[in-house]
């Protein structure tokens, strides 16, 4: 590994920075597809539907997370079969979360359907979206450990790659789907149901012929369902998994929130939520290129690299949060424009853009601090913190929008971001204790 300046941290994350662009992008796209069918119905059910999938296979980000840290480690210390051992343990777990989620497709739908309030048209849109969208999981999952290995072995090319080539040809197929064979919510499903199964498969085959050019390829089954080994699994991917299902809650909560307040606000939300997220992909870029630089680090028991990656990385992550802030504070009009010709929606959007604006910088810490505990392995703290983050986000967020209805949701969320960072800080210590 290189000294971890900021120029090789840049190097490293560019390819991830333009990957992570494509990935909102196909939430933007979605939107954009649904939001110009001149029906309110269509935008409304494609939101809420994608929200809950984000949240449903967000919580098995575990997989990503989980195999950069062990990937990363086991890198420093130059231990390669065990690297193969990592990623056919994570794949076992895929194949098993996705039977399971097509199997309780039906409970996950009804449940849906009781917590949000949506009009008639809207749940029947709601239903196709999801009765498609749920077969995508096990494509999905697979590129989670495809590119948690590759960020971990700090080759964030091929993962970058990847996701990119995911990203595409969603887009590619929706908007094919949506506006040649006017599938509407239908078109966006399938656009990434077959997007998912067709990358996942490419690339599958990609990274065992990669491994097997850094290591013997072999399976051994001792090793892969070694007792110690799936239990210490287990403990780092339980505590990812509480992490993020808390996490992506806190996403489904800011929705449900405004379909309390009107289904108009959900539509304005989501326009705004979608360039939020696209925010958080790029700044993700450096979090995800200081995962597999700080758990090398750990494995060649180095803390002053440790400390070099700690300081270099958050100089860039808040000083592009800041350029991103100023980009939404010139360009926000042509965005909303954009991604709605719905009057209504346009002007609630315009009414709540300061949040959008101020948020990049905001959230840029906590992204960060995502980074280096996931290359950590310090899952345990990672849920402590969501966990301490996301009860006083709640109870805010439960004060702030009685008395200040969505501008209270916007506030909430704001705050959500600085408990994130602050509560990781406070255990920064816990990482720099095992360096001896």
Same mark, same amino acid.
């Given at each position: ?9 840049? /190097? &490293?994350?560019?390819p991830?920075?333009?990957?992570n662009?494509?990935i ?5 796209i ?11 119905s269509?935008?409304?059910?494609t939101s809420?539907?994608?929200?809950l999938?984000s949240m !449903? ?7 990503r997370?989980g195999?950069?840290g ?6 420093? /210390?130059?231990?390669f079969?065990?690297i193969?051992n990592i990623?056919?343990?994570n ?6 979360i996705?039977?399971?989620l097509?199997?309780?497709?039906n409970? !996950? ?5 009781r ?5 008639d048209?809207?749940?029947e +849109?709601?239903?196709e ?6 077969y995508?999981?096990?494509?999905e999952?697979?590129l989670?450990?495809?590119?948690? +290995?590759?960020v971990?072995?700090?080759?964030t090319?091929?993962?970058s790659i990847?996701?990119?080539f995911f990203s595409i ?11 040649k064979?006017?599938?509407n ?9 077959f997007s998912?199964?067709?990358?996942s ?9 990669y491994l097997?050019?850094i290591?013997?390829l072999?399976l051994n089954?001792d ?6 080994k799936?239990?210490?699994i287990?403990n780092i991917n339980?505590?990812i998994f509480?992490?993020?299902i808390l996490?992506?809650?806190?996403? &489904?909560w800011f929705?449900?929130?405004g379909t309390n ?17 696209l ?7 450096y979090?995800f290129?200081?995962?597999?630089m700080?758990?090398?680090? %750990?494995g060649?028991?180095?803390l002053?690299?440790f ?8 100089i860039?992550s ?8 100023i980009?939404?504070?010139l ?7 954009l991604?709605?010709?719905?009057d209504?929606?346009?002007k %609630?959007?315009s009414s709540?853009?300061v949040w ?11 992204y960060?601090?995502d ?7 310090q899952?345990?703290? %990672? ?8 009860f006083?986000?709640?109870v805010i967020?439960?004060v ?6 969505n ?5 909430s ?13 406070y255990? +920064? ?6 360096f001896?």
């Amino acid at each position: 590994m290189q000294e971890p300046s900021i120029s090789y941290i840049l /190097k &490293l994350s560019i390819p991830i920075f333009f990957a992570n662009l494509a990935i909102p992008m196909v939430g933007i796209i979605d939107t954009a597809l649904m939001g110009n069918l001149g029906n309110l119905s269509y935008l409304s059910a494609t939101s809420v539907a994608a929200n809950l999938f984000s949240m !449903i296979f967000w919580s098995f980000g575990f997989l990503r997370m989980g195999t950069v840290g062990m990937v990363s480690q086991a890198n420093g /210390k130059e231990d390669f079969d065990e690297i193969t051992n990592i990623v056919s343990r994570n794949l076992l777990f895929v194949l098993i979360i996705s039977i399971f989620l097509i199997i309780i497709q039906n409970y !996950i739908l009804y449940i849906s359907l009781r917590v949000f309030e949506l009009s008639d048209v809207t749940q029947e +849109l709601y239903k196709e979206y999801f009765n498609i969208r749920i077969y995508s999981a096990p494509g999905e999952l697979t590129l989670y450990i495809i590119t948690g +290995l590759f960020v971990g072995l700090q080759k964030t090319k091929i993962s970058s790659i990847a996701v990119g080539f995911f990203s595409i040809l969603n887009i590619f197929l929706s908007i094919i789907l949506v506006t040649k064979y006017e599938l509407n919510i239908k078109g966006v499903a399938y656009g990434t149901l077959f997007s998912a199964l067709i990358t996942s498969t490419i690339f599958l085959i990609y990274t065992f012929i990669y491994l097997g050019k850094i290591t013997r390829l072999a399976l051994n089954f001792d090793e892969i369902f070694n007792i110690s080994k799936l239990k210490n699994i287990f403990n780092i991917n339980f505590n990812i998994f509480i992490r993020t299902i808390l996490l992506t809650f806190s996403f &489904l909560w800011f929705t449900f929130l405004g379909t309390n307040i009107g289904e108009e606000y959900v539509a304005s939300n989501t326009i705004l939520i979608n360039l939020v997220f696209l925010s958080a992909f790029i700044l993700d870029a450096y979090a995800f290129s200081t995962e597999g630089m700080v758990g090398y680090s %750990l494995g060649k028991n180095n803390l002053s690299l440790f400390k070099k990656i700690l300081k270099n990385s958050f100089i860039l992550s808040s000083i592009t949060g800041f350029v991103i802030s100023i980009i939404y504070f010139l360009f926000n009009d042509f965005a909303i424009n954009l991604m709605s010709d719905i009057d209504e929606v346009k002007k %609630l959007s315009s009414s709540f853009v300061v949040w959008l604006i101020i948020l990049p910088f905001i959230a840029s810490f906590c992204y960060q601090f995502d980074g280096i505990f996931i290359g950590a392995s310090q899952t345990q703290e %990672l849920r402590n913190a969501m966990m301490f983050s996301v009860f006083f986000y709640l109870v805010i967020s439960i004060v702030l929008t009685k008395y200040y209805s969505n501008t209270g949701v916007w506030i909430s969320l704001c705050l959500f971001m600085i408990l994130r960072a602050l509560s990781l800080f406070y255990y +920064l210590k816990n990482i720099i204790r095992r360096f001896n």
